[in-house]
Nanobody, 117 residues
């Protein structure tokens, strides 16, 4: 029903910035929550940030103050602006969408973000 496609990942030097994007297509309804997760090899998937369709945002402790999530409902997209990147931010970043009605959930394939020292 919903397809998510991440883009914008790449190689960045420590201290630099990068923005990743997620475009959703299909049967998208409100209310919903769109989130960014990330996963590094050998680690569990970690919540990065979420954007609720009614406005609020949340952030994981490890990225609070450095990352900003934003949403563009006209294009069914969510973005993650990442600043002051650290080596520990290296991960595959995944986009997630959850519908409140029906409680269905969708994941993108992920985009690799690599931070070099």
């Amino acid at each position: 029903q919903v397809h998510l496609m991440e883009s914008g990942g790449g190689l960045v030097q420590a201290g630099g910035s990068l923005s990743v994007s997620c475009e959703a297509s299909g049967n998208i309804f409100r209310p919903n929550v769109m989130c960014w997760y990330r996963q590094s090899p050998g680690k569990e998937r970690e919540l990065v940030a979420c954007s609720f369709s009614n406005g609020p945002t949340t952030y994981g402790d490890s990225v609070e103050g450095r990352f900003t999530i934003s949403r563009d409902d006209a294009f069914n997209s969510v973005y993650l602006q990442m600043n002051s990147l650290q080596f520990e931010d290296t991960a595959v970043y995944y986009c997630n969408l959850r519908h409140i009605v029906g409680r269905d959930e969708y994941w993108g394939q992920g985009t690799q973000v690599t931070v070099s020292s």
